[in-house]
Each structure stands twice: as structure tokens, then as C-alpha cells.
């Protein structure tokens, strides 16, 4: 990762997507026929979806780039603290219980352990 540029591996994440694409031409008709049909706010929420997924790459690179894969990897995992937090903020959704609760705050003590020990 540290020898090669983000954007090589930008697009070399998307070629697996790009090389399957054409056995599921009739779904992706079927998706830009959808598409065409949406109005102006879902089309911006499916666009936000998509820059945010290739914001948290970058980043990710980054990260990568700046320290380590392990240490990247192990402050990763508080993503699902994050899908928790947006799935309320955005659809007004909670699945939490306590224990889930509990668990998402010893990620982020982990997390906090791990920053603290790698400055």
C-alpha cells in the first residue's frame, strides 16, 4: 500500500465490479430505469451513499498509508458505532439494546487505548 498510489488502488478496487457488470446487465437497466425515476432527494441520498463509501476508502488508504494495516484495521472496526449513530440520525431506526450499548463503548475505550499507545 505504501508503493502504490491511491488512485491505482482506487481503480483497482472498482475492476472486479467493472469485470462482473455485464452478467447483471438486466438488473443495472432495471437499477438506471429506477434511477431515472427517483426524485432529486433520493438521487442525492444514493450519491451521498456513494461519495461517503469512496470518502471512508480514501481515507482508509490513508490511514494505511500513514501507519500501519494493523493499527488501521483496529480502529476501523467503530464503523458500526457510526451505521448505529446515522441510521438514527437519517431514518430515525435504533436496533441498539444494551448490550449493544455496552459493546460499542468498549470499541471506542479499545480504540482509545490504541491511539493512546500509537502516537
Given at each position: 500500500m505504501k508503493r502504490i498510489s491511491l488512485v491505482s488502488v482506487l481503480l483497482l478496487t472498482a475492476l472486479p465490479v467493472i469485470l462482473v457488470a455485464p452478467f447483471f446487465y438486466r438488473t443495472l437497466v432495471?437499477?438506471?430505469t429506477m434511477w431515472k425515476a427517483m426524485e432529486t432527494g433520493a438521487k442525492?441520498?444514493?450519491?451521498?451513499?456513494?461519495?461517503?463509501?469512496?470518502?471512508?476508502?480514501?481515507?482508509?488508504?490513508?490511514s494505511i498509508a500513514g501507519k500501519n494495516a494493523t493499527l488501521a484495521s483496529l480502529i476501523e472496526i467503530t464503523y458500526p458505532?457510526?451505521?448505529?449513530?446515522?441510521a438514527f440520525v437519517l431514518f430515525r431506526e435504533t436496533?441498539?439494546?444494551?448490550?449493544?450499548?455496552?459493546?460499542?463503548?468498549?470499541?471506542f475505550a479499545g480504540v482509545g487505548l490504541i491511539i493512546w499507545n500509537n502516537p
Open positions: 432495471a437499477d438506471f442525492g441520498m444514493v450519491l451521498a451513499l456513494a461519495l461517503t463509501s469512496l470518502l471512508g476508502s480514501v481515507l482508509l488508504f490513508l458505532v457510526f451505521v448505529a449513530v446515522f436496533h441498539l439494546t444494551p448490550s449493544a450499548i455496552a459493546g460499542g463503548l468498549m470499541v
